[in-house]
């Protein structure tokens, strides 16, 4: 499709529980990446992958947080005995090519995680 | 590293008047950059991104944005507000290869 799809649109976690994040890239698409916006307006870059390969990790807190894109699925993103200030939307964007600067990047409507 | 800074976290017009929304950037190579906008509980849809081709950007929904170096600035504009462009706006930066940089954001408020 022409969209990247995230799942789900909300979701809940009482502290210390797992949460887990889907992302469809467009098909096409070899590039993911992961983004976490805080307190509505900060955006923190987390991971990219090219294909299944971890292209970029320098954003992801190495404890707790793991991520993956297998081939013929969706993308996820996983966090382990989420914390209250994991609190945030994450969002998901996708793009033909690892720079932006020619084909964009398009983003999903984010997932956003609530940890009470 | 690169970064963009945005002036005013909220910026209000009525409709019809111009729109202005103030992006500066650091970067120690030419920049490559862009602007989003955020419709409430929305992802972030691209309006414009300046890849070093022209300095004048135009981009969707009637907005463009000029790139000065002089000024280290990329500002958002449009001629006439519309009650639909209220929004967050983000500017943001190509940071290494592939990462985005976003400024904190600036909300435009359009008043009838």
């Known amino acids: 499709g022409e969209e990247v799809a995230q799942t789900p649109k909300h979701l809940v976690r009482g502290e210390g529980q797992k949460a887990k994040l889907y992302c469809a890239p467009i098909?096409?698409?070899?590039?993911v990446f992961w983004y976490q916006q805080v307190l509505k307006n900060e955006f923190k870059f987390l991971i990219s992958?090219?294909?299944?390969?971890?292209?970029?990790e320098t954003g992801m807190p190495k404890e707790r947080f793991s991520a993956k894109c297998l081939p013929n699925s969706p993308c996820s993103l996983e966090i382990q005995a989420t914390k209250l200030e994991d609190s945030a939307v994450y969002f998901c964007?996708?793009?033909?090519?690892?720079?932006?600067?020619?084909?964009?990047?398009?983003f999903g409507s984010g997932t956003r995680l609530t940890v009470v | 590293a690169q970064s963009v800074t945005q002036l005013g976290s909220h910026v209000s017009v009525s409709e019809g008047a111009l729109v202005l929304l103030r992006c500066n950037y650091s970067?120690?190579?030419?920049?490559?950059l862009f602007w989003y906008v955020q419709y409430p509980n929305q992802g972030l849809q691209l309006l414009l991104k300046?890849?070093?081709?022209?300095?004048l950007v135009k981009g969707i929904n009637g907005f463009e944005a000029e790139f000065k170096k002089s000024e280290t600035s990329f500002h958002l504009t449009k001629p006439s507000a519309h009650m639909s462009d209220a929004a967050e706006y983000f500017c943001?930066?190509?940071?290494?290869?592939?990462?985005?940089?976003f400024g904190k954001g600036t909300m435009l408020l359009v008043s009838p």
């Open positions: 964007a996708s793009s033909q090519a690892g720079s932006g600067t020619d084909y964009g990047y398009t």
């Open positions: 098909k096409g698409h070899s590039y």
């Open positions: 943001a930066v190509l940071s290494g290869y592939s990462t985005l940089t």
């Open positions: 300046y890849t070093s081709a022209a300095t």
């Open positions: 992958f090219q294909n299944e390969n971890v292209f970029d």
């Open positions: 970067s120690s190579v030419p920049p490559y």
